[in-house]
Each structure stands twice: as structure tokens, then as C-alpha cells.
């Protein structure tokens, strides 16, 4: 079982940053696909942004320009820079980890509150 243990969330003002991590307890590359999905109050999960094994990356239109998802495989972290934070970025952010076998894992997620 994979175990992907979240940090760096919490309270930041508009047009602040914050920086999520996402430790996973195996090698983050070799054919995986991870990234981080978030929930606001009220709304569904969003598809925030992902890293593949080549290092190509996507991002959600809301955030391009904003967000910087990155990985360092020798940590088993891949990383979140969330910068010009909005009131509308407000939202439980978890990690997830997609296999070559098409199994997926979680986070158990990490509060960011932007506060205006």
C-alpha cells in the first residue's frame, strides 16, 4: 500500500504563497503520473495540476501562470508552489498517485485558506 503523507497548507493572506509537499513512501517517477486535485467549500474536485515520469506537467486553466508543480525523485516529493493566491484557491488540496496499473492513491489532504 502506498502512503502519501501531505504538508505546507494553512492561512495565508491574497497574493501570498504557499508551498505543498507530498512525500510518497515509493519512487515517484518509473511510470507514474502524480499531482494534486482540490476541493473548495461547496464545489467538486478539481484537477489543480500534474507531473509525469518525463517531467511534462499540466496545469488547470485557473492557476497557469500561478502554480509551479515540480518532483525531486531522490525525496520521493513531488511539490506544489502556489503563488498570487486567491480567495477562490480556498480548498482541502490533495495529493494523489496514479500507477503504471492504473491504481490510484491519496493524501489525506491539506487546508489552504486565502484570506482577503
Known amino acids: 500500500q502506498v502512503q502519501l503523507v501531505e504538508s505546507g497548507g494553512g492561512l495565508v493572506q491574497v497574493g501570498g504563497s504557499l508551498t505543498l509537499s507530498c512525500t510518497a513512501s515509493?519512487?515517484?517517477?518509473?511510470?507514474?503520473?502524480m499531482g494534486w486535485y482540490r476541493q473548495g467549500p461547496g464545489k467538486q474536485r478539481e484537477l489543480v495540476a500534474r507531473?509525469?515520469?518525463?517531467?511534462?506537467?499540466t496545469y488547470a486553466d485557473s492557476v497557469k501562470g500561478r502554480f509551479t508543480i515540480s518532483g525531486d525523485n531522490a525525496k520521493n516529493t513531488i511539490y506544489l508552489q502556489m503563488n498570487s493566491l486567491k480567495p477562490e484557491d480556498t480548498a482541502v488540496y490533495y495529493c494523489?498517485?496514479?500507477?503504471?496499473?492504473?491504481?490510484?492513491?491519496w493524501g489525506q489532504g491539506t487546508q489552504v485558506t486565502v484570506s482577503s
Open positions: 494523489f498517485k496514479l500507477n503504471y496499473r492504473a491504481q490510484i492513491y
Open positions: 515509493e519512487s515517484i517517477f518509473n511510470g507514474n503520473v
Open positions: 507531473i509525469f515520469s518525463s517531467s511534462s506537467t
